[in-house]
């Protein structure tokens, strides 16, 4: 996984300049008044292999983007970043989270896969350790003491979508939804329901499910896309994402479907639009319009910031996935520097409940009551942004959280 040295770091905020400096970093009365902190771990748990490493490597790039521009400290300490392999079951998470905490972590952060965040939560409350997640997590994931989310609640994007076509889409509209099988698709597609189904809308026809299939090869689709084709819908409303994406919208176009297409954001989020790019370039011209709550294009102090340090460091633009490992590492700066001293991971648990306001890259949010993110929707299109595909926002969508 990609990594940021000290090298790298000094040449980074040498590009930035001073202005990059002070919106990145502390200020200098606080980090030498800080400067003497103890050593502190945090514990990364991300896959390191399979369908979702993309993600897990933003995740990371993320993170230590935050480190890089903060001399390596969280809150004033000294930090070093544990990575452990958070593989694709509960098990497996489990056992990261076991190396994690036998390593002396103060926090945990990453977990891509909803699967492993309910199958480590129980642990994770036991042990009184604060961990941030920062991927999407179930709506079955409540009444948490110790885990925080810096991303969203599944069904946040279908309900911003839903509202939005709701005031949008004429009536008689007929919504066609397609989605794998299994209960991140159901969030999505319950989100969508209860966003869209007011003032008497209604969607007539029952979703459309696929195999689960993490890499799927061509053809795997076209069953389900004809079956929605047959209805002659309006509109399609989907969910997939990384390898499982790219089959999906390559497989509906040759099926000839070129009516408008909406999804959560992870349907070009990315990798996704680079590998279409190869085999298409037209795709822009075809209507995918996704929700999201971050766009690499949006124009505020803190993002120019962050995606000018991220394409520097990284060579490519950055994603919701290390943006919001980026305010993980954000958030728990704030928290360890309120408690100062020496901190527990108790005591950071409770600081994180009294951090406030983030300045943050997807504009300012704060955490509410159930430890998620209160923040602002976009509605991204993907169109060309000079010579590159990428997700530009058209409009903003709801609030949520």
């Known amino acids: 996984m ?44 991300v896959p390191g292999t399979g369908a979702n490493k993309a993600i897990g490597d933003e995740i990371t790039n993320g993170f230590q983007l935050f480190l890089g521009l903060n001399n390596q400290r969280l809150g004033g300490h000294p930090t070093t970043l544990i990575s452990a392999e958070e593989g694709e079951n509960a098990k497996s998470g489990q056992a990261a989270v076991d190396r994690l905490l036998s390593e002396g972590v103060l ?29 999407a997590s179930p709506t079955s994931l409540q009444s948490v003491v110790y885990i925080w989310r810096t991303s969203y609640v599944l069904d946040e994007p279908g309900r911003a979508l839903g509202q939005y076509l709701n ?11 397609i989605a794998p099988q299994n209960g991140s698709s159901r969030d999505v597609i319950d989100g969508f329901r209860k966003g869209y189904e007011v003032n008497n809308r209604r969607i007539d026809d029952a979703p459309i499910f696929t195999a689960d299939v993490a890499n799927p090869g061509r053809g795997v689709y076209t069953d389900a896309i004809r079956r929605a084709m047959d209805h002659r819908p309006d509109v399609i409303f989907c969910h997939y994402a990384g390898p499982a994406a790219v089959q999906f919208i390559k497989q509906i176009y040759d099926e000839g479907y070129r009516g408008k297409i909406y999804a959560p954001g992870f349907l070009t989020e990315g990798t996704v639009l680079g590998n279409l790019e190869t085999e298409d370039r037209s795709i822009e011209a ?116």
């Open 2 to 45: 990609s990594q940021m040295n000290r090298r790298q770091a000094l040449q980074l905020l040498a590009a930035l300049g001073t202005s990059g400096l002070a919106a990145g970093c502390g200020s200098d009365a606080e980090d030498s008044a800080a400067g003497s902190g103890s050593p502190i771990k945090i514990g990364l748990i």
């Open 107 to 135: 926090a945990l952060t990453g977990v891509v896969s909803s699967a492993v965040m309910l199958g480590i939560r129980d642990s994770v409350e036991q042990a009184r350790v604060p961990l941030i997640g920062s991927n």
């Open 167 to 177: 005031e949008t889409l004429p009536a008689t509209s007929r919504i066609a939804i």
């Open 286 to 401: 075809y209507g995918i319009e996704t929700a999201l709550n971050y766009s690499a294009d949006l124009n505020n102090p803190a993002n120019r910031v962050f995606a000018s340090a991220y394409r520097k460091t990284y060579q490519t633009s950055p994603t919701t996935y290390a943006m919001a490992s980026y305010d993980a590492a954000q958030v728990l700066d704030k928290a360890i520097r309120l408690v100062g001293g020496a901190p527990t991971p108790q005591q950071v648990n409770l600081a994180l409940g009294k951090i406030g306001q983030i300045d943050s890259p997807r504009g300012p949010w704060q955490f509410n009551q159930p430890r998620t993110p209160q923040q602002k929707w976009y509605l991204r299109r993907v169109q060309r942004d000079g010579q590159l595909l990428s997700n530009v926002v058209i409009n903003e969508l709801a609030t949520l959280g």
